[in-house]
T-cell receptor
């Protein structure tokens, strides 16, 4: 069965802090995504990648960096965290960009104080 | 531009009753349409998807959806809900090029015993 795991599941940091969220997929999928979920907005795409070393900008990229080190691993980096980045973050993977099912991880709840 | 509207933020139904969740989309091309469900403290899971053909598509757990091109809609239905159907349901629109997904803001369903 397709699997996407995320770590940590919960994270609290202070304004200006550095945060790295990790995602691993064992689906052999080319595409991986980072989303944030906020009440009233649904899911919004931050960054995505279609392979190791590749990075594409999503719809709400400001304040976020991402890196895809291998086909399995995709990281989201917040180098100067701000309270507006308090959110629930999801990683997902899929075989293709917009026509195939996306498999989601369980989410990481980030609080920036 | 493409967009998805889920007009009902919350729906409450009694166990055993029928359920309909509304989804309207705006897109000039041929849409790819999905319904995802998010159970508490979990990531999103695919319920069903529509690309072409029979406008009524069957999904998991007794859910079905009906595509209407004339109404630009993709409503989700279930004949008899169970308490375990309490969750947030997302309507998702993909473009014909397969390179963009747009999520609705979600409808929270509460099934009363």
């Amino acid at each position: 069965e397709a699997a996407v795991t995320q770590s940590p599941r919960n994270k609290v940091t202070v304004t200006g802090g550095n945060v790295t969220l990790s995602c691993r997929q064992t689906n052999s999928h080319n595409y991986m995504y980072w989303y944030r979920q906020d009440t009233g907005h649904g899911l919004r795409l931050i960054h995505y990648s279609y392979g190791a070393g590749n990075l594409q900008i999503g719809d709400v990229p400001d304040g976020y960096k991402a890196t895809r080190t291998t086909q399995e691993d995709f990281f989201l980096l917040l180098e100067l965290a701000s309270p507006s980045q308090t959110s629930l973050y999801f990683c997902a993977s899929s075989a293709s960009r917009g026509r195939d099912e996306q498999y989601f991880g369980p989410g990481t709840r980030l609080t920036v104080l | 531009a493409q967009s998805v509207t889920q007009p009902d933020a919350r729906v409450t139904v009694s166990e055993g009753a029928s359920l309909q969740l509304r989804c309207k989309y705006s897109y000039s091309g041929t849409p790819y349409l999905f319904w995802y469900v998010q159970y508490p403290r979990q990531g999103l899971q695919l319920l069903l998807k529509y690309y072409s053909g029979d406008p009524v598509v069957q999904g998991v757990n007794g859910f079905e959806a009906e595509f209407s091109k004339s109404n630009s809609s993709f409503h989700l239905r279930k004949a008899s809900v169970h308490w375990s159907d309490s969750a947030v349901y997302f309507c998702v629109l993909g473009n014909s090029a397969g390179n963009k997904l747009t999520f609705g803001i979600g409808t929270r369903v509460l099934v009363r015993p």
